[in-house]
């Protein structure tokens, strides 16, 4: 039986400026459910994430702005978190942790910069929303064994996205190399393994 991580929950006091926030952000409206006594509903999803956020009136009783450490992982913190400043988001400079393996709670032990040698797991950028639930980029190139051992994508629209990305980066590959890569698409799948955390 799979235990899938489906939702997050977010307690927010104003449901259209945190919406705002989080389609600035980049992320997709799902839903925006609105009934006759004033509950409502706004699921949104991050890009490339299985898992997704709802936020509301009467989703939940927690104090808006308490939920802290939501992390998103991405292939390049520095990237992302550039991406992110494109669209108007304010977010930290990135940063590791002084004793090298998960970051700490707030800022405590924080030293400026990526992770020396780049590991995955290691690097991070934060940043909240209006209410201040608070968001951790981390980066992660290779999972650790056992996290994953097949590839699924839930809609054609994931596949094209994972294509896209993989395009992105070929080209970087190739500019690297310095001329065309005859086995593209081994290097495609290999890609494609990796960000959906398949070790290939």
Do not use: C
């Not at 991580?5 to 609105?34: H, I, N, W």
């Not at 927690?62 to 992302?80: I, T």
């Not at 993989?166 to 001329?179: D, Q, S, T």
């Amino acid at each position: 039986m799979d235990f899938k991580l489906e939702v997050v929950v977010l307690p927010v006091s104003d449901v259209d400026r945190a919406k705002a926030f989080y389609q600035k952000a980049g992320f997709r409206e799902d839903v925006d459910y609105v009934a006759t006594d004033g509950f409502r509903v706004v699921h949104v999803t991050p890009p490339g994430s299985a898992s997704s956020i709802i936020i509301g009136n009467g989703v939940t009783d927690a104090a808006p702005g308490s939920v802290q450490g939501v992390h998103l992982v991405v292939d390049d913190v520095v990237a992302a978190r550039a991406e992110l400043i494109a669209r108007g988001v304010e977010v930290s400079e990135v940063f590791h942790d002084a004793g090298g393996v998960f970051h700490h709670a707030g800022t405590r032990d924080r030293v400026d910069g990526p992770q020396p040698e780049r590991r995955s797991y290691g690097s991070f950028a934060s940043f909240s929303d209006p209410d201040g639930n608070g968001f951790v980029l981390q980066e992660v190139t290779v999972r650790q064994p056992g996290r994953i051992t097949e590839v699924r994508y839930g809609s054609v629209a994931e596949v094209e996205q994972a294509l896209r990305d993989a395009a992105i980066a070929h080209g970087r590959h190739e500019a690297e190399l310095g001329h065309e890569d005859p086995d593209w698409p081994t290097w495609y799948a290999g890609h494609m393994a990796r960000a959906a955390g398949l070790d290939s």
